[in-house]
């Protein structure tokens, strides 16, 4: 898992702020073992060792959100095991687990380590080259020890991922088929019936100019009857060359909605603009995108745009809105936010949920925020590669 080191203020941050850390957490966890083993003879023991192994457990996961906070570095949690009934039945829980155990190794270790690294940052304070090119390495080599024993082991990380590939696969399979059922529903619902009327109307026209056909020398051109049939032939000519037209926008709606042309031919920011363009709100558009991005990553940045604004339109009773893109080193970013009432939610079978469900076919992550009374932010992040 490569990670981008983090940078010298936040490496300087950690390492002064966890230095006292450090000593009190090492002390409790060194003094609980100690005086659990030394008693549990007497049976004291036993209640201060199960104390012992729960704080280990509760610093371990002080320790991943300090990490992940101060570092903004990520440290996975490690697979939970099932919650057996009862102190002593977790407590036996606790002990045969092994991220317990690396727990307390990372404990023993990080106060000499703890050390040596406060020594080296007073020493960066001092001297820049230090803090800009040693602390930041330091800072991702901690970060490397707490994930391999704070984290999940190495076959665990590799389950949760192939697990995570399960999900994602699943919910890709169930966005292609809800997009295939919508495809045939438009399709039967508005070109199809367009398509049948324009037939009907046509046989129509066909049967009165074959009734309009003089047969007694009545009915000839220039008389009221001809004219009459004239209009009627033309009035439905007219329909069904307007059903025609209806059709045909219809079709060309549904191809946009498949795969509109001009996100292939001139890329995510005229594809946008032009989806914007057809938006009842004032949208403003901030694309900085300085390369294309794979072919699956921009249908999907455009969907995620596209299904936002419908939502903003339809549900956000909202002013204005902003789209903005970006790229990160591993990511494009995809950020839609408007004004509107808030309280937007990803619920199952909703347009938010669609979402997730469309990034989570290439490993992305859709977040909601949209606290009551709004703003509400929709934010994808899409990992690709150039």
């Known amino acids: 898992m490569a990670e981008r080191r983090p940078g010298a203020l936040r490496s300087v941050a950690y390492f002064v702020v966890s230095f006292p850390l ?59 095991g099932p919650e057996p009934a009862g102190v002593l039945a977790r407590w036996r829980r ?35 080259p230090v803090a800009v090119w040693v602390l930041p390495w330091m800072a991702w080599l901690h970060w490397t020890l707490a994930v391999a024993l704070l984290g ?84 439905l000519i007219d329909q069904a060359h307007l059903d025609a037209k209806l059709a045909v926008a219809e079709l060309r709606d549904l191809a946009r909605g498949i795969h509109p042309a001009v996100l292939t031919d001139r890329g995510l920011d005229a594809a946008v603009s032009a989806l914007v363009a057809r938006s009842d709100l004032p949208v403003q558009i901030d694309v900085s995108l300085l390369e294309r ?15 936002a604004l419908t939502n903003v339109t339809k549900h956000a009773e909202a002013t204005a809105a902003q789209v903005r893109m970006w790229r990160t080193e591993a990511s494009v970013v995809v950020q839609v936010t408007d004004d509107g009432r808030g309280g937007a939610a990803a619920r199952s079978g909703g347009g938010l949920a669609g979402l997730a469900d469309r990034a989570a076919t290439i490993d992305g992550v859709v977040t909601v925020v949209s606290p009551a009374g709004g703003p509400t932010v929709v934010r994808a992040d899409l990992p690709c590669s150039w």
């Open 22 to 80: 450090r000593i009190l957490t090492f002390t409790l966890v060194v003094v609980g073992v100690i005086l659990g083993v030394a008693t549990v003879v007497v049976w004291v023991g036993i209640p201060i060792l199960i104390a012992t192994t729960t704080l280990i457990r509760g610093l371990a996961r002080q320790e991943r959100a300090w990490v992940r906070t101060a570092l903004a570095m990520p440290v996975p949690e490690p697979a939970p």
């Open 94 to 128: 606790d002990v045969v687990d092994p991220a317990t155990w690396r727990a307390l190794l990372y404990f023993l270790l990080v106060l000499p380590l703890g050390t040596v690294q406060f020594a080296i940052t007073l020493v960066g304070v001092v001297l820049v």
């Open 152 to 235: 999940p082991k190495a076959s665990g990380r590799w389950e949760q991922r192939a697990q995570a590939l399960q999900a994602s696969r699943a919910r890709g399979v169930d966005a292609a088929e809800a997009e295939r059922r919508r495809i045939e529903r438009d399709l039967h619902d508005g070109a199809q019936q367009r398509l049948v009327a324009v037939a009907m109307t046509l046989g129509r026209a066909k049967a009165r100019l074959d009734a309009q056909a003089p047969v007694d020398g009545t009915g000839g051109p220039g008389s009221v009857t001809q004219e009459h049939g004239d209009r009627l032939t033309r009035d």
């Open 293 to 307: 991005p794979p072919a699956a990553v921009e249908t999907i940045a455009y969907f995620i745009v596209a299904e």
